[in-house]
């Protein structure tokens, strides 16, 4: 009988201060145990087959997540910078499970530039109840996140894993609020199917400009 698997979790540091995150509260990536995705609570899952935790051959087959979370200590976390750089890597591995994880092949990119001509408030849901991504200095570059408009379509956290194609279906229950300033320049496109989740999105990236105004967590429900 196999041994029961954790899931991993990262150190609450590990995230702040990367210079860029991979989609909304979450980062694929390569590390010193190997590539990993990883939510914005520190909650991770291997890319590549563990002995030790709960990875995405697990998922792929199908397995529970579990309930219990070890903690383990990397370093050399360098994340992707897109949902489209993501799946070329996963597709890289050449492992069945990554690229059934991986989903669709040509995951589009952002694809319209926009100035904003007000300031103009976004959303952006997360895990913890707290954002790696905003510090005094305001929010950082390359964050992403979505118009308030969407928020009708994700009451709940399991909906914003669908939309949003999350890479770990951990629903998040929070969700932040942000102004962005005028003069923002900001990239738009939709979220692809990925991670064996739908998609369907609205996902802004915030590239340059200010924003200093943060209002949350408001906690949503689970389903």
């Known amino acids: 009988m196999p041994k029961a698997k954790d899931l991993l979790k990262l150190s609450e540091d590990t995230l702040t201060g990367l210079a860029t995150e991979t989609g909304q509260g979450f980062v694929i990536g390569t590390s010193s145990i190997g590539p990993i995705a990883a939510l914005s609570d520190g909650t991770a899952l291997p890319l590549t087959q563990s002995q030790d935790f709960y990875d995405a051959a697990d998922l792929y087959a199908g397995l529970p997540l579990p309930h219990s979370r070890r903690m383990q200590q990397i370093t050399s976390l360098v994340p992707l910078p897109s949902r489209a750089e993501a799946i070329k890597f996963l597709l890289s591995l050449k492992t069945r499970h990554a690229r059934a994880y991986a989903g669709v092949l040509g995951t589009a990119p952002l694809l319209h530039t926009h100035i904003l001509t007000k300031p103009t408030v976004f959303c952006r849901y997360l895990a913890a109840s707290t954002d790696f991504r905003f510090t005094t200095g305001g929010l950082a570059a390359n964050t992403y996140l979505s118009p308030v408009v969407e928020a009708r379509h994700m009451p709940t ?58 209002v949350g967590p408001n906690e949503i429900p689970w389903w």
């Open 157 to 214: 956290g399991f909906s914003v894993v669908g939309r949003l194609a999350l890479p770990i279906p951990l629903p998040p229950g929070n969700v932040f609020f942000y102004e962005i300033g005028a003069g923002a320049v900001i990239e738009v496109g939709t979220v692809s199917p990925a991670f064996g989740q739908s998609g369907g999105g609205v996902e802004v990236r915030f590239v340059s400009g200010t924003c200093t105004v943060q």
